[in-house]
């Protein structure tokens, strides 16, 4: 029985948008559960647009997510003189042929189509004409002799049989008139190249399988198997493109979103197994099929996104969450100070509650990282005369402590309540405040506990 070997495509001429993502965890995920091959192929024949900065964006991003690919990356731009080669086999078999219709012709032919409100398909005019009466000031493109009698049935793996009238399929457009081959053409042969046995991507790519698979048999190739799973949605039900907001990893690394997490939403995004919701990277590779890619778009859930990444913050290790927050620190705001990951590590029980990002933990942290302490203007209006005074009293008692735990501190803080006739939020606001420049954030034990006495009075002691 062969491998089975998947591959996934992208062009570098943007960042790796978040659909791209999910087909390349699908094509991955389907060839380890059969213990196959995945590969990664830059088509980088747009030589205007492609970028390098846009392939390292898009080898970073599937490393990031955890999706590795066998073998180094297949340049598709390195493989240029095997697509002519097959368009001139092609040619010569008698399966395409010379096409000198001028800009202007099937410019006037698109606009004849587009005024009577039909799909336009190139009339064939070069089919069967002699390269005798060819004009000399033109340069063919070479075009692919499409069927034009009968029905193609495509067995997709999880559409079903998808029928298709031949003669709707116009002779395509195989080799330009500048001698570069075309998409269809392109990877057509690379795919056999590689030896794919399963094509999974798109279902706006069913047009091109039909094309593709023409040349396959053109050229006595064994047909790979084909998969086309929906596109992505916008909770509106609008195509989600490169243009929305949160459209890349990009935009998920920079709020927080953690990698398992987004895999495990991205898993989940159009496939289900039983009523299973979270999957470990073992149970993905072990429970993925292709029976349970739904057939219809799914709509991008940010709040779903934030709920699962919520989880994984609650429930991995936290060596491996203050790792993530490291990392994330690192990228996205300043790094953690050395000699300050002892006592955020200690913390981080209490940082990560109700922390759904990396980021709400690493804003809950700031009062550890930084050793200055600026309280917003908003914060500020709150301390009063009164409150300034109970910070007074509150220092002098904690003054007269020996141990510094939640244990000591209750009391001092409840007959702080008492004395000024005032509930928990009147002594803990403004201590909070003092501590971490907003009247937001962790309870204020977990504070003066993470802080310890000796930062807390000298903390305190400057607002005085």
């Given at each position: 029985?062969?491998?089975?070997?998947?591959?996934?495509?992208?062009?570098?001429?943007?960042?790796?948008?978040?659909?791209?993502?999910?087909?390349?965890?699908?094509?991955?995920?389907?060839?380890?559960?059969?213990?196959?091959?995945?590969?990664?192929?830059?088509?980088?024949?747009?030589?205007?647009?492609?970028?390098?900065?846009?392939?390292?964006?898009?080898?970073?991003?599937?490393?990031?997510?955890?999706?590795?690919?066998?073998?180094?990356?297949?340049?598709?731009?390195?493989?240029?003189?095997?697509?002519?080669?097959?368009?001139?086999?092609?040619?010569?078999?008698?399966?395409?042929?010379?096409?000198?219709?001028?800009?202007?012709?099937?410019?006037?032919?698109?606009?004849?189509?587009?005024?009577?409100?039909?799909?336009?398909?190139?009339?064939?005019?070069?089919?069967?004409?002699?390269?005798?009466?060819?004009?000399?000031?033109?340069?063919?493109?070479?075009?692919?002799?499409?069927?034009?009698?009968?029905?193609?049935?495509?067995?997709?793996?999880?559409?079903?049989?998808?029928?298709?009238?031949?003669?709707?399929?116009?002779?395509?457009?195989?080799?330009?008139?500048?001698?570069?081959?075309?998409?269809?053409?392109?990877?057509?042969?690379?795919?056999?190249?590689m030896g794919m046995t399963h094509i999974i991507r798109g279902d706006d790519h069913k047009i091109n399988t039909f094309k593709q698979i023409q040349i396959y048999e053109a050229m006595?190739?064994?047909?790979?198997?084909?998969?086309?799973?929906?596109?992505?949605?916008?909770?509106?039900?609008?195509?989600?493109?490169?243009?929305?907001?949160?459209?890349?990893?990009?935009?998920?690394?920079?709020?927080?979103?953690?990698?398992?997490?987004?895999?495990?939403?991205?898993?989940?995004?159009?496939?289900?197994?039983?009523?299973?919701?979270?999957?470990?990277?073992?149970?993905?590779?072990?429970?993925?099929?292709?029976?349970?890619?739904?057939?219809?778009?799914?709509?991008?859930?940010?709040?779903?996104?934030?709920?699962?990444?919520?989880?994984?913050?609650?429930?991995?290790?936290?060596n491996e969450l203050f790792n993530f927050l490291k990392d994330y620190s690192k990228n996205f705001k300043n790094n953690i100070p050395e000699f300050k990951e002892e006592k955020i590590?200690?913390?981080?029980?209490?940082?990560?509650?109700?922390?759904?990002?990396?980021?709400?933990?690493?804003?809950?942290?700031?009062?550890?990282?930084?050793?200055?302490?600026?309280?917003?203007?908003?914060?500020?209006?709150?301390?009063?005369?009164?409150?300034?005074?109970?910070?007074?009293?509150?220092?002098?008692?904690?003054?007269?402590?020996?141990?510094?735990?939640?244990?000591?501190?209750?009391?001092?803080?409840?007959?702080?309540?008492?004395?000024?006739?005032?509930?928990?939020?009147?002594?803990?606001?403004?201590?909070?405040?003092?501590?971490?420049?907003?009247?937001?954030?962790?309870?204020?034990?977990?504070?003066?506990?993470?802080?310890?006495?000796?930062?807390?009075?000298?903390?305190?002691?400057?607002?005085?």
């Open positions: 029985m062969k491998t089975v070997a998947t591959r996934f495509a992208p062009s570098p001429t943007g960042p790796l948008h978040i659909g791209g993502v999910r087909t390349a965890l699908f094509n991955w995920l389907y060839s380890k559960n059969k213990s196959g091959k995945f590969y990664l192929r830059i088509e980088d024949t747009d030589k205007e647009r492609s970028k390098d900065k846009f392939k390292n964006q898009i080898i970073n991003s599937l490393k990031w997510i955890g999706i590795n690919y066998d073998d180094s990356e297949y340049i598709q731009s390195k493989k240029i003189d095997d697509h002519i080669n097959v368009a001139n086999e092609l040619l010569k078999k008698g399966l395409a042929y010379k096409c000198y219709c001028s800009t202007d012709e099937i410019e006037e032919q698109k606009k004849r189509a587009k005024q009577k409100k039909i799909p336009y398909i190139y009339d064939r005019k070069w089919r069967n004409k002699s390269e005798t009466d060819a004009p000399k000031e033109i340069d063919p493109v070479i075009r692919f002799k499409s069927k034009v009698e009968g029905k193609s049935i495509l067995k997709d793996l999880v559409q079903g049989n998808i029928e298709i009238e031949n003669n709707t399929i116009e002779d395509f457009v195989i080799l330009r008139a500048d001698g570069s081959p075309t998409y269809n053409l392109s990877a057509s042969v690379d795919d056999h190249i006595n190739w064994e047909i790979p198997s084909f998969a086309h799973i929906p596109l992505i949605h916008t909770i509106d039900g609008k195509k989600l493109s490169k243009r929305d907001n949160a459209s890349t990893l990009d935009d998920y690394s920079k709020i927080g979103i953690m990698p398992n997490a987004l895999r495990n939403y991205l898993l989940r995004l159009g496939w289900s197994y039983k009523d299973k919701e979270i999957f470990d990277l073992n149970e993905s590779i072990k429970y993925f099929n292709l029976e349970g890619v739904g057939k219809s778009p799914s709509k991008l859930d940010i709040s779903r996104i934030y709920s699962i990444n919520e989880y994984y913050i609650k429930n991995i290790n936290e590590k200690k913390s981080l029980t209490f940082l990560k509650n109700k922390a759904k990002t990396l980021e709400d933990i690493y804003n809950n942290s700031k009062f550890l990282i930084n050793d200055n302490i600026e309280i917003d203007k908003e914060a500020q209006k709150l301390l009063d005369k009164n409150a300034n005074e109970i910070i007074k009293l509150f220092v002098n008692k904690i003054s007269e402590i020996s141990e510094f735990n939640r244990e000591t501190l209750e009391p001092i803080i409840n007959k702080l309540i008492k004395d000024n006739k005032t509930n928990f939020k009147g002594i803990g606001q403004p201590l909070r405040i003092c501590l971490t420049g907003s009247k937001f954030g962790p309870g204020i034990y977990d504070i003066l506990c993470a802080l310890g006495k000796e930062e807390v009075v000298r903390r305190l002691s400057q607002i005085r």
